[in-house]
């Protein structure tokens, strides 16, 4: 292990708020090298929701994303809080953001790299299968919810409207495993 490289001369991390750090490492690629610097954005794992209701349509959530500074269509999503487990991270984030209860959870695979060039989390993709809604539900404030099929998803895919490249993965992980079928 001591003769393999790049290796790690320095690491720094800085809190910006409790949903997201810089880290700064020192890499250092060959003997006697000089060390360069990286930067990534630190933050808990994501979590990529594809629930299917009981009428076989999916919820999507709109919400304005200062990151883009525009509204954005997508999966319902979040981040596991700390020491949660990612499926009940899933299940609370769906019932928070559309309503629908999980009726059956399914994995989408090993947790995958949400970005390696700038992001140092994971995300954990899931299909579900839902209840039905809860009566008297709400979005929270500023996101609206909509029922869409595998058509429309794509209608919306083809047409810019649902661009989240994470949830992209989601919809693909979810169809090679047998989950969905995307009309082309």
């Not at 910006?16 to 930067?39: K, N």
């Not at 954005?72 to 020491?83: F, I, K």
């Not at 895919?157 to 979810?174: D, N, P, R, T, Y």
């Amino acid at each position: 292990m001591a003769d393999e490289w790049p290796k790690i001369r320095a690491r720094q991390t800085t809190t910006i708020s409790p949903w997201m750090d810089v880290i700064a490492r020192e890499v250092e690629f060959a003997p006697g090298e000089p060390s360069q610097l990286y930067h990534a954005v630190g933050q808990g794992d994501y979590l990529a929701i594809l629930a299917r209701t009981p009428d076989g349509r999916f919820p999507i959530v709109r919400q304005y994303r200062p990151a883009v500074e525009c509204f954005t269509w997508e999966l319902p999503a979040g981040l596991l809080e700390r020491g949660e487990e990612p499926a009940a991270a899933c299940a609370r984030e769906l019932l928070e953001e559309t309503g629908y209860p999980v009726r059956a959870i399914h994995s989408l695979g090993m947790p995958a790299a949400a970005c390696t060039g700038r992001l140092s989390n994971s995300i954990h993709s899931f299909f579900v299968e839902t209840g039905e809604r809860v009566a008297n539900f709400a979005p929270e404030p500023g996101m609206s919810v909509a029922l869409k099929s595998p058509a429309e998803i794509v209608a919306m895919i083809k047409a810019g409207e649902f661009v989240q490249q994470l949830h992209l993965g989601a919809l693909m992980l979810a169809e090679i495993r047998g989950f969905l079928t995307l009309p082309r």
